[in-house]
């Protein structure tokens, strides 16, 4: 079934299967979240943009993003409820989770302690791996797609979210993610993507880890290593400069130990980074006891502003 460009199969009070549609949460590229609810369930519902109906790499990735939310079950990463179509928009049900992106917590606050900022990562880290362990590479880990959310208690949990560019590793959707690479698309956000895949290699479980070497950097210093300027230009420099140490950029005393796991998650090749989610958890624990859980005030000096997930097709030339 088609839908005419500009139409809203989903408007406030709508039914979706259950639920009843209450508000909007947010908005991109992709997609449209909403909140909605059936007595006092209150869940998420992302629907595709209608007039995104007839762009094939599209549909596919919501059809992997909802797949890819159905087959990892961890607490660290967003769970998807279920899916369907409402007039021929396809949209999925996803846990309702009352958190604040990370990104938009740093904009605001600046750069958290240090101990913060690693029991953070390992949260992230502990969602990858399940990620990672089901075959799924999520493609577009930074800052803005991690939710904090607090509980009663005090208690944090970490959330990776918007799963649009994960690359499910295995039948046609892995033939259909070499396609892409073929056509010379190359998609995620530049201040976060590995130099393989500005290389035009594709994304990875090592460029995921890279991603989360970025965020890293960002917590400890309050903005990512390579900001400003171009899209092109920001992944020229991810290809060609080498990261400045965080211990360089920060007020606070960094453990030369944090600064090596930082620089060993940003080696410009893959073989030269961590192994797995698991082993760059394992290594940021040997630095518990050396970081300072005093509360940070460093101004902000975070850069990136919200950068979208793009596709784009740069000419850049090889990783080192």
């Not at 995620?188 to 965020?215: H, K, N, Q, R």
């Amino acid at each position: 079934m088609k839908v005419a460009r500009g139409t809203k199969p989903i408007h406030i009070g709508s039914l979706i299967g259950p639920y009843e549609v209450s508000s909007v949460i947010g908005s991109g590229g992709m997609g449209v979240v909403y909140e909605a609810h059936h007595d006092d369930e209150w869940v998420a519902v992302k629907v595709l943009h209608p007039q995104r109906l007839d762009d094939t790499r599209a549909r596919r990735r919501f059809r992997d993003e909802t797949l890819a939310g159905q087959l990892v079950h961890h607490r660290n990463v967003a769970q998807t409820l279920g899916d369907g179509e409402i007039a021929g928009v396809p949209y999925l049900i996803m846990e309702r989770v009352h958190g604040e992106p990370l990104g938009a917590q740093l904009r605001r606050d600046g750069a958290p302690s240090l101990r913060r900022a690693v029991t953070l990562i390992q949260q992230i880290l502990a969602g990858l791996a399940a990620l990672h362990a089901t075959g799924i590479v999520h493609g577009d880990v930074k800052s803005d797609n991690v939710l904090v959310e607090h509980a009663d208690d005090g208690a944090i949990r970490v959330l990776l979210i918007d799963l649009g560019l994960a690359h499910v590793q295995f039948g046609d959707r892995d033939e259909a993610r070499r396609s892409d690479l073929e056509d010379g698309l190359i998609s995620g956000t530049p201040e976060y993507m590995a130099p393989e895949i500005i290389s035009g290699e594709g994304a990875s479980m090592s460029s995921d880890l890279y991603a989360v070497g970025i965020v890293l950097y960002e917590l400890i210093t309050g903005s990512t290593p390579f900001v400003g300027g171009t899209s092109n230009e920001i992944a020229r420099r991810h290809l060609h400069d080498e990261v400045v140490p965080p211990s360089l950029r920060c007020d606070e005393e960094v453990p030369g130990s944090l600064d090596r796991i930082v620089l060993h998650a940003l080696a410009k090749k893959p073989a030269q980074r961590f192994a797995s989610a698991e082993a760059f958890s394992a290594a940021l624990a040997t630095t518990l006891p050396l970081v300072s859980d005093a509360s940070s005030s460093r101004p902000t000096l975070h850069l990136s502003r919200d950068t979208p997930t793009l596709d784009w097709s740069p000419e850049l030339g090889h990783a080192r």
